[in-house]
């Protein structure tokens, strides 16, 4: 995956705080520096409170970049969540980014990419949409959730959605909702899949991508604490070439990693 260079520390300020649904909030920051630099799948690192509560910082997606302003769309899952989602106009934060990995939008093997999201995963998809079609490249997003009150497809195009329960579209998950779309879909040239979302979601469809032969990169998450490779909080198990299993820091060599490394 390409990597990013330029990291930021900067104390960045609330421009705007926008509620979405019950627990989600967009959350917009003035950070130039970072905004110059961030690429679609790359994360910061946000210090949530000034107190040691909670001690650590939490990492976000880079929901949207929008001159020197990033947007973060944050679901409240625990303190520092909530408190993030709570934040005020004009209150200030360090923020560090950008970090990690990035989605590979390089290069001109795929024509139309697939954006795979459920719940909050659907973060990331925003930027790598915009950053997809200014290459040209024809973008189609297939949103999942629990129930409709948990998609998140706003402002994202060509969306299809599927959900648990069926109370919007499709009823059933989003790996069923892209097995079932696939057929059209490769209509329309050469694909690539990018997706994001629980990480039980992402097992399936990179077990799905290797069946179909597609290429597919994902966004993992586990808990950091550190965010630059230094506390070892974010090892998780990968596969290797021979069929093994490597350790990586999920900071330094993802969030986004070819799906490949995933598939079972
Ligand atoms: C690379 C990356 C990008 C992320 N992007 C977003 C995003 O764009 N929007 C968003 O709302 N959330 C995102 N998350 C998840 C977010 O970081 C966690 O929800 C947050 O750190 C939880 O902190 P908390 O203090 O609110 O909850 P805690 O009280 O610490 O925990 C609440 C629950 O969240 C789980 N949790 C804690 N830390 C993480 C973590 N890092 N990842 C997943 N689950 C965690 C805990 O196991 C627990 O079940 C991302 C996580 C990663 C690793
Ligand atoms: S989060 Fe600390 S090493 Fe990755």
Do not use: W
């Not at 917009?28 to 630099?37: G, H, R, V, W």
């Not at 795929?110 to 040209?136: C, D, H, Q």
């Not at 057929?183 to 990480?199: H, Y």
């Amino acid at each position: 995956m390409p990597e990013t260079n330029s990291i930021t520390d900067t104390r960045a300020t609330v421009v705007e705080t926008r509620r979405i649904s019950h627990d989600v909030t967009v959350i917009t920051l003035d950070c130039p520096a970072i905004a110059a630099s961030a690429k679609p799948g790359n994360f910061v690192n946000i210090k949530v409170s000034d107190t040691t509560l909670p001690l650590l910082r939490r990492p976000f997606s880079i929901h949207n970049v929008r001159g020197g302003l990033i947007d973060i769309m944050v679901k409240a899952a625990g303190r520092g969540s909530a408190l993030f989602c709570d934040s005020t106009k004009g209150s200030t934060m360090m923020v560090l980014g950008p970090l990690g990995t990035c989605f590979d939008i390089s290069g001109n093997k795929f024509n139309t990419a697939i954006l795979v999201s459920g719940g909050i995963g659907t973060a990331p998809m925003l930027f790598l949409e915009k950053e997809l079609k200014a290459k040209g490249i024809k973008v189609i997003n297939l949103i999942g959730g629990r129930t409709k009150e948990e998609l998140l497809a706003q402002e994202l195009s060509n969306c299809r959605l599927a959900t648990d329960d069926g109370s919007a579209g499709f009823r059933g998950t989003v790996v069923e909702l892209l097995r079932e779309e696939l057929p059209a879909l490769k209509q329309d040239g050469a694909l690539k899949v990018f997706s994001c979302g629980p990480n039980p979601m992402l097992k399936a469809v990179a077990a799905f991508c290797r069946e179909q032969s597609l290429r597919c990169d994902i966004s993992l998450e586990s808990v950091m604490g550190c965010g630059i490779g230094i506390c070892y909080g974010c090892s998780v198990e990968v596969k290797k070439p021979d069929g093994g299993l490597r350790t990586i820091l999920l900071c330094q060599e993802g969030p986004v990693i070819d799906a490949e490394l995933l598939a079972v």
